[in-house]
């Protein structure tokens, strides 16, 4: 199947600081979603894009989906300690597939 | 509220037997899936249903059943022919339709962790 290369797979990051993470997929996608999980619970929806070029933000956090369609990025601004978890991208390969494609998840953790 | 109850938080299965999972939403959406996730590693699907009475493989089926018998509940079964059962376990739902730039993203319970004792 579809696999999504996600990166870093980790990070370790002063509270403050800026926070660049990104995936890669081997074929295209039509919809890119970011996710973030807490310990022991389900993840919960950051932002979802759907136009290749797309730039999308949410306080915080600005993602893009990439001009190829095979790449989206997520950046996290000023950090601060409830940002840790772990972020995971998402692929919908096409229109009228409901199926989601994960990638590995980057664990954030911020040093105090 | 409205949302996905997934049930029990944890839950202990002994070798050869079977369990089954309980996923609930009270959210009106048509699709369902179950999820299997494992230390450092991405979620991998199970099964999921786009109607009632009606549901698909995913990528790691083998081991699991499910059933769609209402629109609001999709329980999953984790049988004993399933070696390496120890995980956590999500379920999602969403709605259908939309458009190209309007479709809905999924929205997740706060899983079930299954250990074997």
């Known amino acids: 199947g579809q696999q999504l290369n996600q990166s870093p797979q980790s990070m370790f990051i002063q509270e403050g600081e800026d926070v660049s993470m990104n995936c890669t997929s081997s074929?295209?996608?039509?919809?890119w979603l970011w996710y973030k999980q807490d310990p022991g619970e389900g993840p919960v929806l950051l932002i979802a894009?759907?136009?290749?070029?797309e730039l999308t933000s949410n306080g915080r956090l600005t993602a893009q989906f990439g001009i190829t369609r095979k790449d989206s990025f997520l950046n996290i601004s000023a950090s601060i300690p409830s940002d840790v978890g772990i972020y995971f991208c998402?692929?919908?390969?096409?229109?009228?597939?409901?199926?989601?494609?994960f990638g590995t998840g980057t664990r954030l953790t911020i040093i105090p | 509220d409205g949302g996905i109850t997934q049930s029990p938080k944890y839950l202990f299965r002994k070798e050869g037997q079977n369990v089954t999972l309980s996923c609930e939403q009270n959210?009106?959406?048509?699709?369902m899936y179950w999820y299997r996730q494992d230390p450092g590693q991405g979620l991998r699907l199970i099964y999921y249903?786009?109607?009632?009475?009606?549901?698909q493989k995913g990528d790691i089926a083998e081991g699991y059943s499910v059933s769609r018998e209402k629109k609001e509940s999709f329980p999953l079964t984790v049988t004993s022919a399933q070696k390496n059962p120890t995980a956590f376990y999500l379920c999602?739902?969403?709605?259908?339709?939309?458009?190209?730039?309007?479709?809905?993203?999924?929205?997740f319970g706060d899983g079930t962790r299954l250990s074997i004792l």
């Open positions: 999602a739902s969403k709605p259908l339709g939309g458009n190209l730039y309007s479709n809905q993203p999924q929205h």
């Open positions: 074929s295209i996608f039509n919809t």
């Open positions: 894009l759907y136009k290749a070029g």
């Open positions: 998402a692929g919908r390969p096409n229109f009228g597939n409901e199926k989601l494609t």
């Open positions: 959210l009106n959406h048509d699709a």
């Open positions: 249903s786009q109607i009632v009475n009606d549901f």
